[in-house]
């Protein structure tokens, strides 16, 4: 696969990259393509269906040859939004009344206003999802973070 942005999103303009594509998490739906978060929200919002991506490949040139198992999809709990967080793994209960915390959770965002708007909802969501969760301290840093590209990232803890 390839890094090369094959579109950008109908919705939000962000780059479209051919393997997100590939891998489902950025579809076209009412005649545009948007992006793994634009997709995410249509699919949440609205609650229709997308319509199908088809490419022309050099690999699978008859249809019995591409199989089903290349067929992914995404929604907002394999996008890791809203209530994907799964606490149920750990086993030291949660003590909210206590002062000291008992687990932790990192988000990160690239430093945009758009990011940051995101960050803020995911944070919020989780808390929403989690009526158990205090927060009983929060760090934040700015550092490098690793990805296709080496960006700064806000980098916030959550201590619960």
Sequence with gaps: MTDEVTSICGSCGASVYRQHIESGIARYAGGKLLCSH??????EE??????????????ATSKEEMSSSRIHSASAVTLGVGGAWDDSKFRRPLQPTIAGATR???????????ALDFMVNQINEW??????????????????????????????????
């Design 46 to 59: 609205e609650g229709q269906a997308f319509e199908p991506i088809e490419f022309e490949d050099e690999e």
């Design 38 to 43: 634009c997709a995410a929200d249509f699919e």
């Design 127 to 160: 808390l929403d999802a989690n009526e158990k969760i205090v927060i009983k301290f929060a760090s934040t840093t700015i550092g490098p973070f690793e990805g296709k590209h080496t960006e700064p990232n806000l980098i916030v803890t959550a201590f619960y």
């Design 104 to 114: 932790c959770r990192t988000f990160h965002c690239k430093l945009g206003e758009g």
